[in-house]
T-cell receptor, first 113, second 114 residues
């Protein structure tokens, strides 16, 4: 069965510091991988996705993620955190021809001055 | 990506009543999805709604409790029936687009049941 694990329910960084949010997945077939962000009282916004091709994908707001098949990981990074990055981040996996998204538990990112 | 709107954006309801949530998309889409996000939790898929067919419900969700309509390619409704406080959640619709059916989400409906 497919699953997604996000390590760390809460991550706190200083403004300007590196952001690293971890996501590991379990899948027997090559997955499609997604990161979504949810700002307070809002819906989910797609940050970036990996389907095929280049394993390093760039998204909006300066975020990027690298698909590492050997590590079954899809960690999200941003070189320099901004106060506006404070939000909940969800990693999700979709398997090929199936349309169901499996979400991780989410990581709440706090950015302090 | 599609522009998705939901009505109402929030509501406070009494237990035992029902609420119908609307999801409107600005372009025609085949696949629409309804999710529930309980307080402080991640998203759980309730059902997939394709136009012209019955909705497909996930384990733990039943049509009597969460009836869904999909009358055309731009609109769907989810009804939360006979509500209890445990139904207090954010309900989100999403649509699949593109060759990979990437899902894009609406702003959500925040429901509180007293």
């Amino acid at each position: 069965a497919q699953s997604v694990t996000q390590l760390g329910s809460h991550v706190s960084v200083s403004e300007g510091a590196l952001v690293l949010l971890r996501c590991n997945y379990s899948s027997s077939v090559p997955p499609y991988l997604f990161w979504y962000v949810q700002y307070p009282n809002q819906g989910l916004q797609l940050l970036l996705k990996y389907t095929t091709g280049a394993t390093l994908v760039k998204g909006i707001n300066g975020f990027e993620a690298e698909f590492k098949k050997s590590e079954t990981s899809f960690h999200l990074t941003k070189p320099s955190a901004h106060m506006s990055d404070a939000a909940e981040y969800f990693c999700a996996v979709k398997i090929g021809g199936y349309n169901k998204l499996i979400f991780g538990a989410g990581t709440r990112l706090a950015v302090h001055p | 990506s599609a522009v998705i709107s939901q009505k109402p954006s929030r509501d406070i309801c009494q237990r035992g009543t029902s609420l119908t949530i609307q999801c409107q998309v600005d372009s025609q889409v085949t696949m629409m999805f309804w999710y529930r996000q309980q307080p402080g939790q991640s998203l759980t898929l309730i059902a997939t709604a394709n136009q012209g067919s019955e909705a497909t419900y996930e384990s733990g969700f039943v049509i009597d409790k969460f009836p869904i309509s999909r009358p055309n390619l731009t609109f769907s409704t989810l009804t939360v029936s006979n509500m209890s406080p445990e139904d207090s959640s954010i309900y989100l619709c999403s649509v699949g687009q593109g060759s990979t059916d990437t899902q894009y989400f609406g702003p959500g409906t925040r429901l509180t049941v007293l």
